[in-house]
Every structure is written in structure tokens, then in C-alpha cells.
DNA sequence: CTGTAGACAACCATAAGACAAGTGAGACAG
DNA sequence: CTGTCTCACTTGTCTTATGGTTGTCTACAG
């Protein structure tokens, strides 16, 4: 059987951080250190590093060293079925493409959540080279503030932001895919998009992002698992809406 | 009979990939192994990977091999009330209308749920009169052989099944309208439909139901509330299909 | 139509290395 | 003691190369 080195390695890796036995401080090995360990090269240990990093297992600085993330939020990204997990397990490579980062007036759907002023990133998701989400995410300008675009295409805001969130609101609706979209995504203007839009809340309550994704509706689905005792006749979750 | 080689390597390959030989990546030996271990050059090999390409049992990836597509993590999500409660709440008048009832060969989305003989209803939800919802559901026959057209009409299927539930799973999509549904519905055609598709198994797990709600993608929407554990950087649930 | 054999292109995982940029600790002058 | 500089070490990013894999094509035989 086939294996695929950085795959193991990473799982390795996970195992070791689980029974935290890089120490107090959580730091890793340098990536020389780990390449003569597995006897690999450093490409491949990058690689299994950043599929870590990709869960929220681990961050990295320049210069430093690889840190195993000791937040409990952050560890149970890890265990979730996120779009870019699948990925990841069915061997596909996931990358994000920064389309626009600027501050603007909010749009008056945001507005009421985050105020007059927000920091507007637009991003793309790809997968193997082709595109398959258009994100856009909202954040308060005084959060924001700090961030560089940089910053935003290598992580996530979960991490970015040192905020404690309480929790997310998400709603997911169909639309006819906009021309900006359609182009973005190379799909048909007018064809039926999926669009998830989701309102994260501090630990108060207090609204802090809001995204907005929009994904070609004939590549996702969204699954839910009803358990006997919300059993009922309609689909439950659905709302009218207007 | 003559035997023809790269139908039988393809049964071979179901068995193999339904008995879960290929481990958790589900990556398949190279084709040239495969070559070697049936003694098979390396056309016959690929026509029986493909006939499985084509029934959706395996993917294959340029430079890197097939594997077999695995089911995706489905994942358990809070419900949230249904559009008929809410419509009773906001003091609009729900009503139902049938507009097919028949017994029929299952289509071929269903037949693996529930055999090959079903019994379809198709129905309108009204709201104030006017539609929102178009549902087709499928029940087995040897459960809908004792309803009428009349039963359906006033109850839920829910109730009517003298049978104990175990649980559902629920996929939404989206799609563009069909000429029938935006007809039913009133709606132009193409325009953004909300996909509900639900299966409903009794206790044992196995699947008693079968239902399709379709919803005009501008009058719905799917809420979900996420919390503090579950927040992650991309919409949990949502999977990539196909 | 089925199968064999082979060749080539495109792609992927990995190796090995080079250089830029950031971090931290110690040496050193004041 | 304080500030600054240097230097070893680290990650970030890039290039080049190799072997293995799938995608596609041609030629040929039963």
C-alpha cells in the first residue's frame, strides 16, 4: 500500500502534541531538527507542519518555531468537517487567493452588527487550482485595525483575531450567482449559488464578523443529522424570510 | 459465455473498496501494480477503474492515483422550529394541497433507500394562499399500501406511520428551478431553488422516507446556530458533492 | 469490441539547496 | 546598568531535479 509521507508524519506530529510532550512552552522541534527525525526533507516536513497549522493545532513564527496552540477553541477546530478538511483527507491541495482587502463604509446588511466602519477582506477558495467558494468576511474596524493582508491569506480570523467568541449564527439560502461571482468562480451567470452567511459573536454577545460564503450550487450541499426527537414533518431550520 | 477481463477486475475492485482494503485514505495501488497483480496491461486496468469512475465508487488525480470517495463526514447540528410553526405564529394561514399520489417504479435516487416500488406523494405548501414549498415524498410500499389520498391530505406522514423513527439525515442544495416546480411554485424558471432532501430511517436505521422540498430561493432560508465549540473557519456541514 | 504494448505529456510528492527575513541571546562599549 | 551590535538559529520562499503516477495517444492482434 501506498503512503503518503507528510501524511503520516502529521498524524505522528498530532499524536506527540496530544500527549503534549513538547513541554511547557509547547514548542516544536525546528524543521531541521524534525527533518533529520523522520528522515525526510524539509518540504515534506513543512508540508505535514502547515496541514497542522491548517487545523489549528499549531502556529508558527518566523524566527521562532512551530508552538503547539494550547487555546481550547482552537484544538476543536481540529476535530470538525469543515470544506477544507475534506479536502485535505481526499488528498487535495486547499489554498486561498486574497481578491480584495480594504476599509470601507459597512454595507447595510453589516452595518447593524459591526458599525459605520469595517475592514472588508475578499477572498477565493480554491481547491487543486479551481475555484470553489467566494468568502467575503467583515470585521469590526477596531479589530481590524492590526491586520495586514498578508496576515489574512496565511491564516484564518479565528486566529487572528484574540478575541474569546461565544458563538455563530449561520444561515444558508439560494441565489442566482452574480456576475462578479460567476467570473470569480467560472460559472455561469444566473446558475443557482449556495450562500452561507454567519454572524460570530464574542463571549458578551457582541457581534465581531460576519462572512458571507457563496459556493457554485451544483459542487455543495450542506448536511444536517436530525435526531429522533426533532423529527418533524417540514424540514426544520427553514424560515420564510421578507 | 466469454468472459470480458475488465468487468470482472471491476467487480473485483467494488469488492475490495466496499471491504475497505485501501485504509483510511482509500488510495488504490498505482495502476501499474494493479497491472501486475491481475496480470492485465494497462488499458484493460484503467477501462475497469473508469467504469468505476463512472458509477462514483473512485476519483482519480493526475500524478497522484484513484481513490475510492468515501462518504463525507455528516455532522449533527441543533434544529430550529419549522416553516409551518412559524407561519402559525406570525398568524398566517398554512394549507396543503396534493397535487399527485401514485404508486410507482422508485426513481433511481430512492430505489437504493426504499426498493423498487414506492409510493409518491407530490404536494404544494400554501401560505395565505399562496405557494411556497413544492414536496415530493417517497414511502415504501409495504408501508403506504393501507393510505389513501384522503390521509395524506389531512396528516403528516409522521403520523400516519404506525412505525417507530429513528432519526434523519438532511442535504440542502441548491439548484435552479425546474419548468414544473416554478409552475407549481410561480416562479420564473431558472430561478435560485432551496433543495431540502431528507431521508427518514425507523429505529433500526433503516430508511422508511424519503421527502424533497423545494422552496423559492428569495421567500427561505436554513439557520443554524453554532456554538461556542463548533466555530470554525468555514461553514460546518457544507460539503463538496460530485 | 476487447485486449496488449508502448510512448509521451502533464502532474504530484519529495529531495536538496540557496537566500531573505525575523528572533533571541550574548558580547561589548559607554 | 543600558543600549547596540553581532551572530547563530529559525521560519518563509524560491529554484532545480528525480522518480512515480495518471491522461492520452498510436499501433497491432484476435
Not at 516536513?45 to 487545523?55: K, Y
Given at each position: ?14 499524536g ?10 509547547g ?7 524534525l527533518?533529520a ?22 502556529e ?12 481550547p ?9 469543515t ?7 481526499s ?24 458599525g459605520?466602519?469595517?475592514l ?10 479551481a475555484?470553489f ?16 493582508k498578508a ?9 487572528l ?12 439560502g ?6 462578479d ?19 460570530t459573536?464574542?463571549a ?15 459542487l455543495?450541499?450542506f ?9 418533524v414533518?417540514?424540514?426544520?431550520g427553514?424560515r420564510?424570510?421578507?
Amino acid at each position: 500500500m501506498r503512503q503518503i509521507r507528510y501524511r503520516n508524519i502529521a498524524d505522528d506530529l498530532r499524536g506527540r502534541i496530544a500527549a503534549e510532550e513538547f513541554g511547557a512552552g509547547g514548542l516544536l522541534p525546528s524543521e531541521s531538527t524534525l527533518c533529520a527525525t523522520y528522515e525526510a526533507s524539509r518540504v515534506t516536513i513543512r508540508r505535514a507542519l502547515e496541514t497542522l497549522r491548517d487545523e489549528g493545532l499549531v502556529e508558527s513564527r518566523q524566527g521562532f518555531g512551530w508552538v503547539a496552540s494550547s487555546d481550547p477553541v482552537r484544538q476543536g477546530l481540529a476535530s470538525l468537517g469543515t470544506i477544507e478538511s475534506q479536502l485535505r483527507e481526499s488528498g487535495r491541495r486547499s489554498a486561498r487567493d486574497i481578491v480584495g482587502f480594504r476599509f470601507i463604509e459597512a454595507p447595510a446588511t453589516v452595518r447593524p452588527l459591526l458599525g459605520d466602519r469595517v475592514l472588508e477582506v475578499r477572498r477565493r477558495n480554491l481547491a487543486d487550482g479551481a475555484p470553489f467558494a467566494r468568502v467575503t468576511v467583515w470585521c469590526r474596524e477596531d479589530l481590524g485595525a492590526e491586520l495586514s493582508k498578508a496576515d489574512v491569506t496565511r491564516h484564518s480570523f479565528y486566529e487572528l483575531l484574540k478575541v474569546p467568541l461565544g458563538g455563530a449564527t449561520q444561515t444558508i439560502g439560494a441565489r442566482q450567482m452574480s456576475a462578479d461571482d460567476a467570473e470569480l468562480l467560472d460559472v455561469p451567470v444566473g446558475s443557482a449559488a449556495l450562500v452561507a452567511q454567519r454572524v460570530t459573536s464574542d463571549a458578551q454577545g457582541v457581534p465581531v464578523l460576519v462572512a458571507e460564503h457563496v459556493f457554485p450550487g451544483h459542487l455543495t450541499e450542506f448536511v444536517v443529522e436530525l435526531g429522533v426527537g426533532t423529527i418533524v414533518e417540514d424540514a426544520p431550520g427553514l424560515r420564510l424570510v421578507e
